[in-house]
């Protein structure tokens, strides 16, 4: 019956700004940008009766004029009707009536968005309860672990557990009061006050004193010359071999207890064997899995869509085609 064209121009800025002071400044001028939209509206007439009814489009190429006959494809979800194409029956075109076909197919279709996507956050969620039972699983043994290894600490320096410094934080504290049990041990050993062994410990550090004679304490009990530094490194080739016997005897002559240090390694190695690692692990791969079957939903949601997007897609323009 008639149609009707108009143009929409919006203009926006961006940007812009400045600083102008004492010693002068500088403006940066917005820049400016405009939007045009092409607006057009068609006025049909429904054949065989009185009714008439309006179509609004925007930003489309659509070929009418009045007098025209025209056959318009409706499509109804069974929540909203859709005017979806326009054919022209005199010029025998079809036109594309609305640009959101993916919309429109979720809506028809009645695929469910919160389903598919809830069920993947599920599965995420799963994964991070899994994993976060898991690794609680793992830290349990590693907390006995350190109870163990601080207890063991603290009997060899005789120092009440329940004064021992146990929290991560304390191992200075807990170097300090080692050191502390040594040095009144050596001081013993080499048959000196405290004090006097503070000033010879002061000195050694020039001197080597202290090291001397404890080397000399080592090599009178094991017959061996064994250097100062050996527990630091053990294992190198340089060192004198000496047995696990040998090595605890050694720790117990300079330092009054045997190696806490591999006591503690001891009993890590025990208790690791029968932790529940096990857990940790297959946590770990269930929240894997759970992220991939999340990610394999998504996948499989859209590709759903864009089947159902072809097939709808298909079926408008063999509609089309027949009204020509």
Do not use: C
């Amino acid at each position: 019956m008639g149609d009707k064209k108009w143009a929409e121009t919006h203009v926006y800025s961006s940007g812009g700004g400045g600083y102008i002071g004492p010693q002068g400044g500088y403006v940066r001028p917005p820049t400016l940008n405009s939007n045009v939209s092409t607006n057009h509206e068609i006025w049909i007439k429904e054949n065989g009766s009185e009714r008439e009814f309006p179509i609004s489009l925007r930003n489309t190429d659509l070929k009418v004029r009045e007098g025209h006959k025209v056959a318009v494809v409706i499509a109804d979800t069974g929540q909203h009707r859709y005017f979806t194409q326009l054919v022209n029956r005199t010029t025998r075109q079809v036109f594309p009536l609305f640009g959101n076909l993916q919309n429109f197919v979720i809506e028809a279709a009645k695929l469910n968005r919160v389903g598919f996507f809830g069920a993947a956050a599920f599965l995420v969620l799963l994964s991070i309860v899994i994993g976060i039972a898991a690794s609680n699983a793992y830290s349990i043994p590693q907390k006995k672990i350190e109870e163990s290894n601080n207890l063991i600490r603290a009997k060899a320096i005789n120092v009440d557990y329940y004064k021992y410094p146990t929290s991560r934080s304390s191992e200075i504290e807990r170097q300090q009061l080692e050191r502390d049990f040594e040095g009144k041990y050596q001081a013993k050993l080499l048959g000196v006050s405290p004090e006097q062994f503070r000033k010879m410990r002061t000195i050694s550090i020039k001197t080597g004193l202290v090291d001397r004679l404890l080397e000399k304490k080592a090599f009178d009990q094991l017959g061996i010359v064994v250097p100062r530094h050996y527990f630091s490194y053990p294992e190198n080739p340089k060192m004198p071999k000496l047995s696990p016997a040998q090595e605890n005897s050694l720790y117990q002559l300079w330092y009054g207890h045997p190696n806490i240090y591999n006591q503690m390694k001891n009993y890590d190695k025990e208790y690791r064997e029968h932790s529940d690692q096990i857990g940790f692990a297959v946590g770990g791969v269930l929240g894997l899995i759970g992220v991939l079957l999340a990610f394999y939903r998504v996948i499989r949601f859209f590709r759903i869509l864009k089947e159902a997007e072809i097939k709808v897609q298909s079926h408008f323009e063999q509609l089309a085609n027949s009204l020509k």
